[in-house]
């Protein structure tokens, strides 16, 4: 399967296109001017309230909705992160302050907030949720900063390694390895693209997160206020981070600037395939060259068409996204149980492709075409599982109920990405009401008499509806006729198709349009 990644950069956002087989599977957008509140964000701030009913708290992270933290959220291990944060200054020795704090007093998995947090408490926080609707950013305040290879945890003591990773020997090789080079008071996570890898590439990777770590501390030092001490990677590095593997086939970029960056970063990352990095220098707009907004016109309007004339309705709610399948066209086929079955399974081939487009997140209720074989409703369950195997994000599919309705969980930590493919009606400029149809003949004839007396103009071709066309000419005394008798002109009525019923457009003899 080819895999290529297009990212297009414009003057307020960069979009960046997943393609598999050409098809788009996943869309990004990330705004370059006035950047907002992302998962992985690392913020200073300062307690806002506490919940005692809720055992949380709202954070004060500089943003106009307070974010929310849960007790559940501070981590086993806040008790440390607390300690540095509260007794940090400018004349600390950062790095004795780091190495002397306790990390062997865990915090309870029972306990109340109120114990450990109060109003105008300084904490060390970072995103997990974006802002969505009403709700302010969920927070933990248990950091990690993530890597290709590695995820790093401060104040922690172990290593964990990705279940992913199947052999026993390679386990132990990447655990011996990681703990020979592990500073004090870190732990680490070791990610299934560690697999394989050697010692050097994994010594620069964890120095390089340890840096981002250790360099927010004089920010913190010096913050008497709410601070942003570090962000996540860029839209664009991180998606490389997670999917980057050797079925990639090409990285396109359109600006300079960001080639370098991704060209970089690619290499630091997998030197082995720095080549697929390529910098588009077409005149024509990357996405439209590589029919990436095609795909997004027809992708993200409330119908999406499947196969053989079936198509989705998707709805969204403030409490979750409803898929609606019709069969269309289909419906006439006579084994009604085998051609909804078919149905079914292309729409949960397009929905699963819709949720990693859109980033929908939540519950999904998706209403299938009724199959009275349950056979067949086991078949669908089975082969949706499939193919959300390959959705990065958190997710948890239910069998479909007796009433042909399934039950899908994916994890939401950002909205999801709704893009407006409607356009503005040419006739009526999204007013919904036209002028006058009986007096559009008279607007055309106002328009002959210019070009004739003005213009000194004798030979026309005037476009308009084929509806329009047949009132012009209609009889031997048509208005075609008068006209050309009044303005001692020629006049050729042509009817297009595509013309809306009061568009018109005067031509030379030519046929090129008059201006």
């Known amino acids: 399967m080819d895999k290529d990644l297009i990212i297009d950069v414009g003057q307020s956002e960069v979009s960046i296109a997943l393609l598999e087989n050409k098809r788009l599977i996943e869309l990004n957008q990330e705004k370059t001017e006035g950047r907002g509140y992302s998962v992985g964000d690392v913020y200073l701030g300062k307690v806002k309230k506490i919940l005692p009913s809720l ?87 248990e950091i990690s900063i993530a890597g290709r290879n590695l995820v790093l945890l401060p ?11 199947s052999s026993r020997e390679e386990k132990k090789r990447l655990e011996r390895l990681v703990y020979s080079i592990l500073p004090p008071n870190y732990g680490v996570i070791i990610r299934t693209a560690a697999e394989g890898k050697r010692a050097a590439v994994l010594d620069a990777e964890l120095k390089s997160l340890i840096k981002k770590w250790e360099d927010s501390w004089p920010k913190m030092a010096r913050s008497k206020g709410v601070q942003l001490l570090f962000t996540e990677n860029s839209r664009t590095t991180t998606i490389l981070r997670d999917l980057l593997n050797d079925s990639f086939t090409n990285i396109y970029v359109n600006d300079e600037a960001v080639y370098k960056e991704v060209d970089d970063y690619v290499t630091m990352i997998s030197p082995e395939q720095e080549k697929i ?38 709805e969204h709610t403030e409490a979750l996204h409803v898929i609606d399948v019709n069969s269309g066209i289909r419906a006439k086929q006579k084994d009604q149980e085998n051609n909804a079955f078919e149905v079914n399974k292309n729409a949960a081939e397009e929905i699963a492709r819709q949720l990693r487009l859109r980033d929908m997140g939540g519950i999904v209720i998706i209403d299938f075409i009724d199959m009275d074989d349950s056979s067949h409703r086991l078949q669908l369950y089975k082969h949706m599982q499939e193919l959300m195997e390959g959705d990065r994000a958190k997710h948890t599919v239910l069998p479909l109920t007796k ?38 003949d008279e607007t055309l004839e106002r328009q002959l008499a210019y070009y004739t007396k003005e213009r000194k103009m004798d030979s026309f071709v005037l476009k308009v509806s084929p509806i329009f066309e047949a009132y012009l000419t209609k009889g031997l005394a048509s208005i075609r006729r008068k006209w050309c008798r009044k303005y001692g002109c020629k006049i050729k009525v042509e009817g297009l198709t595509d013309y809306s019923l009061l568009q018109a457009t005067w031509c030379d003899a030519s046929g090129e349009p008059v201006v």
């Open 55 to 141: 055992n949380a708290a709202f954070v004060d992270i500089g943003d106009e909705k307070d974010a929310f933290v849960h007790y559940l959220d501070l981590g086993l291990n806040f008790k440390a992160f607390d300690t540095f944060v509260r007794n940090i200054n400018a004349n600390s020795d950062f790095t004795q302050l780091y190495r002397d704090t306790r990390i062997d007093d865990i915090l309870e998995k029972e306990g109340r907030i109120e114990r450990f947090l109060s109003p105008g408490q300084p904490i060390a926080v970072q995103i997990v949720k974006e802002p969505i609707s009403t709700k302010g950013s969920r927070l933990t305040a």
């Open 155 to 165: 104040f922690a003591d172990k290593v964990s390694i990705s279940q992913k990773i």
């Open 277 to 314: 990095v390529k910098l588009y220098k077409g005149h024509e707009p990357i996405l439209d060259h590589f029919e990436v907004s095609r795909q997004i016109k027809g992708s993200f309007g409330k119908i999406v068409s499947i196969k053989s004339g079936a198509y989705l309705v998707i």
């Open 403 to 440: 009433f042909g309705l399934m039950q899908i969980t994916r994890q939401r930590v950002r909205p999801a990405t709704e893009i407006n493919t409607t356009e503005v009606c040419p006739t009526c400029n999204g007013t919904g009401k036209v002028g006058p149809t009986i007096l559009f």
